[in-house]
Nanobody, 127 residues
Framework: QVQLTESGGGSVQAGGSLRLSCVVSPYTYSSNYMGWFRQAPGMEREGVATIDSNGRTSNADSVKGRFTVSQDNAKNTLYLQMNGLKPEDTAMYYC?????????????????????WGQGTQVTVSS
């Protein structure tokens, strides 16, 4: 059973930073395409960032220049470094994974291509 476990969420003031982590288990599962999504109350789920098997990353326009997605294959962990946080970044953040191969930003607006999802971690940004 593949499990994704997010951590690192919390409450910060505008302008602050957080680093989200997503650990994939079991260790033997290799994700070839992963992403971060977020959903605020009453809003649709939104793609935030993706990373493909060649390390190419993509970001939603709303977070470009502020958020950075990365992964540590040795630890089977996906990260999302969030800087310059704004109140509109407040949402539940989810990581997602698939073993299928996709290129760059393909999954940013196609959440259904992902096979596994984490339970989410809450990020709250106050003004």
């Amino acid at each position: 059973q593949v499990q994704l476990t997010e951590s690192g969420g919390g409450s910060v003031q505008a302008g602050g930073s957080l680093r989200l982590s997503c650990v994939v288990s079991p260790y033997t599962y290799s994700s070839n395409y992963m992403g971060w999504f977020r959903q605020a109350p009453g809003m649709e789920r939104e793609g935030v960032a993706t990373i493909d098997s060649n390390g190419r990353t993509s970001n939603a326009d709303s977070v470009k220049g502020r958020f950075t997605v990365s992964q540590d294959n040795a630890k089977n962990t996906l990260y999302l470094q969030m800087n310059g946080l704004k109140p509109e970044d407040t949402a539940m953040y989810y990581c997602a994974a698939t073993r299928k191969f996709y290129y760059s930003d393909y999954g940013l607006r196609r959440p259904r291509i992902f096979d596994y999802w984490g339970q989410g971690t809450q990020v709250t940004v106050s003004s």
